[in-house]
């Protein structure tokens, strides 16, 4: 079974600063990949995801990620964040090609940013 | 438009109780989820449906039923309330393509 780990639980920033969420996964083989985003009393919303192709993926609000197979990592990054980018983000994880269509979720990351 | 909807949308009940979370899907997907949400621990898979009639045990199961009658609904049934239960609750769905996860409101329970 897949498995996905978020370095960070919680991270603060100022407003322009630049962010990267780590995030690690365990599964040996072929993996669709999601970051999820949680605004304050919200549900989850998609991000972005990778199923193959181009490694660097860009997501909506100027979030972006890389898949780098060779360290099993799936990192966010987002060259400057703002206030409303106050939010939890998860990592998850499916192996459809397994016939696993659930999604494993990290335990997620608290991003708060400052004015 | 499509959308999945919970109800209710806070439930609170006291230990022992039976009590069912409803979960309604109008975007025709074959699979649906239930996940709970605690803090310092994500998201949690409870149980799983991949079609009628189907239904899987997830990570965290114990104390909870699932069952599949139809493509809309799969409602979640905690047969005796504990209040380790008392979390928000989210049902998802998506498309057999897997891309993305469709989430409900979620459901606020609290088992006092």
């Known amino acids: 079974a897949q498995s996905v780990s978020q370095h960070n639980h919680h991270v603060i920033l100022s407003e322009a600063a630049s962010l990267e969420l780590g995030c690690n996964y365990s599964?040996?083989?072929?993996?669709?990949l999601f970051w999820y985003v949680q605004y304050p009393g919200q549900h989850l919303q998609l991000l972005l995801k990778y199923f193959s192709g181009d490694p660097l993926v860009k997501g909506i609000k100027g979030f972006e990620a890389e898949f780098i197979k060779s360290k099993f990592s799936f990192n966010l990054r987002k060259p400057s964040v703002q206030w409303s980018d106050t939010a939890e983000y998860f990592c998850a994880v499916n192996a459809p090609g397994a016939g696993s269509y659930q999604l494993t979720f990290g335990k997620g990351t608290k991003l708060s940013v400052i004015p | 438009d499509a959308e999945i909807t919970q109800s209710p949308r806070h439930k609170i009940t006291e230990t022992g109780r039976q009590v069912t979370l409803a979960c309604h899907q109008t975007w025709n997907h074959n699979n649906m989820f239930w996940y709970r949400q605690d803090l310092g621990h994500g998201l949690r898979l409870i149980h799983y449906s991949y079609g009628v009639q189907d239904t899987n045990k997830g990570e965290v199961s114990d104390g909870y039923s699932v069952s599949r009658s139809n493509t809309e609904d799969l409602p979640l049934t905690l047969e005796s309330a504990a209040s380790s239960q008392t979390s928000v609750y989210f049902c998802?769905?998506?498309?057999?393509?897997?891309?993305?996860?469709?989430f409900g409101s979620g459901t606020q329970l609290s088992v006092l």
């Open positions: 599964y040996g083989g072929t993996v669709n």
């Open positions: 998802a769905s998506s498309g057999d393509r897997s891309e993305k996860l469709f």
